[in-house]
C-alpha cells in the first residue's frame, strides 16, 4: 500500500479529527516555540532578505496549523520592534509560507482558517504584515517539493517519523502473512522481535531521513535553517518499554478483537506501521553522514508518555 497516497491525520472538526485530538502535538509545539525564535533571529541577522521562504512540513489541519508560523512572525516582529524599525522600511518586505503534507490532507480546513489568520497578523502587528502570502504544496517531503534555493526557514513538528513505507522485509499480504510473518501480532519493533525486524526499520529511516535532507539541501539557501521535532527514544535499544509501548498496546487490543473472532489474525500479522523513533546518535549520525547541514542542537523533552528529541 503506498503510505504517501493513504496517509492522512482525520479531517474536519468532529469528535475524532486531528483537529480536536492534538493537544499533545501543541504542547510540543510550544516547547519548540523558542527555539524556533532562535532560529529566525539568526536567518535574520545574517541574511538580507527581500522575500522571505518559510516551509512547515507536516503541517495537518487544525489549531497547530499556523502555530508555527505566527511563532516565526512574532520572532520577526519582536525583532523590528526592539530595532525600532518599520516592516517596510527594511530589507525583508515579504513572506512566502508553503504549508505542506500528504495529498489527501484537509487542505480546504486551512484555507477556510486563513482570513481570520491574516486579519490577526494585521491587527496585532500591523499593516506590514499584510506581505505574508500562504500557500499548500502537497506531496512527501521524503522527495523534492520546492525550487531549489527559495527556502530560509524549514519547519516540521511530529512528522518526519513518519516512513515513506512499511520495510519491505515485513511487507506482507495477509495471505502470504497467514504462515510466514515475521512480526506475529505485532505492528512495530517490540520486545520480542527478531534482530531483522529491528534492522529493517532502522534502514528504511535512514534511507528516508537522508533523502529528506537531500532535498531540503537543494531547497534551502545559504544561511537558513531548519527546526525539526520529532517522535524519538531515549535509549539505543529500540525495544524498551518507551521505545514501542504504545504499539504493544495497540498490537494487543487488535489481537484481543482477534481473539474475539471480529478481526482476522492474518491482517493484523500483515499490517505494520510506517513509523520510526530514532534516538539521538542516529540522527546525529545521518546528519553527518549526509554532510549537507551542520546540527546546532540536539534535544530531549519528555512529553507525558514518551520522549520528543530535537
Ligand atoms: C501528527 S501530524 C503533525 C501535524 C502538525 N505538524 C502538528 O504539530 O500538529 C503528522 C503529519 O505529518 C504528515 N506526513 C506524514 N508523512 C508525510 C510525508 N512523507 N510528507 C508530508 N507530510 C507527511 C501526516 O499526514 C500528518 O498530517
Known amino acids: 500500500m503506498e503510505v504517501n497516497r493513504i496517509l492522512h491525520m482525520n479531517k474536519g472538526d468532529g469528535k475524532t479529527s486531528y483537529s480536536q485530538n492534538s493537544q499533545v502535538q ?73 504549508l505542506n503534507d500528504l495529498f489527501s490532507n484537509d487542505f480546504n480546513a486551512i484555507f477556510m482558517s486563513l482570513p481570520a489568520f491574516y486579519n490577526n497578523l494585521k491587527q496585532e502587528k500591523g499593516p506590514e504584515f499584510e506581505s505574508v502570502f500562504v500557500s499548500a504544496v502537497p506531496g512527501s517531503f521524503h522527495g523534492r517539493l520546492f525550487p531549489a534555493k527559495t527556502l530560509h526557514f524549514v519547519h516540521s513538528s511530529c512528522s518526519i517519523h513518519w516512513l515513506s513505507r512499511v520495510p519491505p522485509a515485513l511487507s506482507n499480504t495477509p495471505a502470504e502473512a497467514a504462515g510466514t510473518a515475521m512480526n506475529k501480532g505485532k505492528i512495530y519493533i517490540s520486545k520480542t522481535s527478531p534482530e531483522c525486524i529491528l534492522d529493517a526499520y532502522s534502514l528504511q529511516f535512514h534511507e528516508d531521513f537522508s533523502s529528506f535532507l537531500k532535498s531540503r539541501a537543494e531547497e534551502v539557501v545559504g544561511g537558513g535553517r531548519m527546526v525539526l521535532s520529532l517522535i524519538g527514544r531515549p535509549s539505543s535499544d529500540p525495544t524498551t518499554r518507551e521505545s514501542c509501548d504504545q504499539w504493544e498496546l495497540l498490537a494487543h487490543a487488535l489481537m484481543t478483537l482477534v481473539s474475539e473472532g471480529l478481526i482476522e489474525e492474518g491482517k493484523v500479522d500483515a499490517f505494520n506501521i510506517p513509523y520510526y523513533a530514532p534516538c539521538a546518535e542516529e540522527l546525529k549520525l545521518e546528519v553527518q553522514k549526509e554532510g549537507s547541514f551542520v546540527m546546532d542542537r540536539v534535544e530531549a523533552f519528555e512529553i507525558d508518555r514518551g520522549c520528543w528529541w530535537w
Open 26 to 98: 501543541g504542547k510540543i509545539l510550544s516547547v519548540a516555540k523558542p527555539i524556533i525564535h532562535e532560529a529566525v533571529l539568526e536567518i535574520l541577522s545574517s541574511n538580507n532578505i527581500e522575500s522571505m521562504g518559510i516551509a512547515d512540513l507536516g503541517c495537518s489541519s487544525g489549531p497547530n496549523t499556523l502555530l508555527p508560523i505566527s511563532y516565526i512572525m512574532n520572532a520577526i516582529h519582536a525583532k523590528r520592534s526592539s530595532l525600532g524599525l518599520q516592516l517596510s522600511s527594511s530589507s525583508t518586505t515579504e513572506f512566502r509560507v508553503y
